[in-house]
């Protein structure tokens, strides 16, 4: 559990720093820090509460931030690193809080594989992400249009996936 | 809002912007959480199917002592899945100690133990089924299933012991027990004089009259000691119900009732009991261990109730009772009752109304300003009324304070008869 939660500190400090690379030249370097600093005490600060709205509200901001720098055209590799870096912090915070409100046989285990499973989306994530990088596409509106509609039904298809259930996280 | 549509939200959004900017950057920033719904899906965790087996020990108990709880879940299917067992224990039962969820990842065959002490309020109950969830790969959601693992907790009422309930009915039992009957015999107290007969001990001889009457002999009789019949009758009516801070009234009469039957059972008496409430619950008398068991589980299952038939004491089936056997009513009693009463007392039956003060039990947080300490003086003085009313016609009223613990409060009141008992002449 000690090493799941510093890994999510770690994340999100990655997710502050990447964000803060991305918004350099728009802010002072010193409110960048400072702002960073406080989110990252308000995240710390999350990492000890048993709900799991603060972590939604904190990869809310971040993603929210990430599209703002994204269309003042900032970076945008780093904009990618620090959600994938929120995405891995907000991650390991629910599945904390999901080992801590029960019971956990071969805790171990179910660790190391979770974050084996994690490791995979964010190199798959990165792989993706830098072949898209190199990638030079023209689109039309029509084949943009196209292929949206394609990956939204695909998404409904994942999010409607007889998952019906979240996980208790407060069973004790 | 769940996990997952959260993700996707986002996903959505990402992607709905980069269609309206034609940006490519805002696609590369919805990957991580494509990538990472679509590991999440990879897992065919809704394939298994569970059984489950309950183990409770004991399965019956007191208030407040502890119940041992065993869940063994076995998995069924192909591969392996993270899954969250989760036991929701019955209304009235609480966790004492353990948890009553765990998470644990399961291969085909493998079994689960889930272990737990809870303890609660009285009552019977059924464990509802198990709730067992199966997670994803990144346990973003699950597929969950109920599996029947039924069981049943029976809580019985917490009964302080009470030594010895001193009852008199003028109907006893042909059985020897502790109650002195109206017949002449073997016995402890003096009951008359008589012919010897042969086969009398001689140290029955009363010598003082064998010396005043020479020309014949005379034995000492005592009185026989016998069992009795009692019927317990415990008030369940809604109105005699009343809640402070959380704590209900009606225990308390329930735990009196409990007492008072184990008392009297010791005793080898024969006991029955009456629930009358919004329905008729009742145990045919009986004598022993069994027939505490009985009525011991009659109580756990109490409650109150309204019925507009049994609204009021004068419906009570009077043709239970045999005549002259001995009533005890456990009841906060109303004003209303008390003719009910003196109809049974003026019918020979002997009667024990014990009465729980709900007065004090109301008052005890009040805090009372002086209006309300005259509405408090007079509702204890319209009691004392109806009691007075009462003794008068011969009911023996024991009125309980509440906040007093059951064994030190009624202890001595019930060990004695009433004084009146003995002016009355009604001892045998």
Known sequence: ?172 | MPARSLLVVFTYILILVGLVTLNGTFFMLALPFIVYLVVGTLDGSHAHTYTARRRVHPYRNRVGEPIAVQVEVTCQGEGQCLVQVRDDLPQGLSLVQGSASILSRLRCGEQVLLEYQASGKRGVMDFPPLEIIALDALALSGHTTHVPAPAQVVVLPYAPKVRHVAIRPRRTQVYAGNIPSRVGGRGVEFYGVRHYQAGDALRHLNWRLNARHPEALFTNEYVRERVAEVWLILDARLRSEMYRSGESFFEFSVMAAASLAQAILTEGNRVGLLVYGGFLDWVYPGYGKVQEEHIARTLARARTGESLVFAHLEHLPTRLFPLHSQIILVSPLHPEDASLLIRLRARGYNLIVLSPDPIAFEAREMRLEEDGDWALRAAQLERRLLFAKLRQAGVQVLNWDVSIPFEAGMHRVLMRLPPWHFLQGVRA
């Open chain 1, 1 to 172: 559990m000690k090493g799941l939660r510093l890994f999510a500190a770690l994340a999100f400090g990655g997710s502050l720093l990447f964000l803060g690379l991305g918004f350099i030249g728009v802010l002072p370097w010193r409110y960048l820090a400072l702002i960073g600093l406080v989110s990252y005490l308000v995240f710390l600060l999350a990492l000890r509460s048993r709900r799991n709205l603060p972590g939604d509200l904190i990869l809310t901001g971040i993603v929210g931030l990430t599209l703002l720098a994204a269309w003042l055209g900032h970076e945008a590799l780093w904009l990618f690193l620090a959600n994938l870096c929120a995405l891995s912090a907000w991650d390991a915070r629910r599945f904390i809080n999901l080992l801590a409100a029960q019971d956990v046989l071969q805790e171990g285990n179910i660790v190391r594989l979770h974050m084996q499973r994690l490791g995979s989306v964010a190199v798959v994530s990165a792989v993706l992400a830098v072949f898209a990088m190199h990638l030079k596409l023209q689109l039309n509106l029509w084949i943009g249009l196209i292929l949206g509609v394609v990956l939204s039904l695909g998404l409904k298809h994942i999010s409607g996936l007889a998952m019906g259930t979240s996980p208790h996280h407060r069973g004790r």
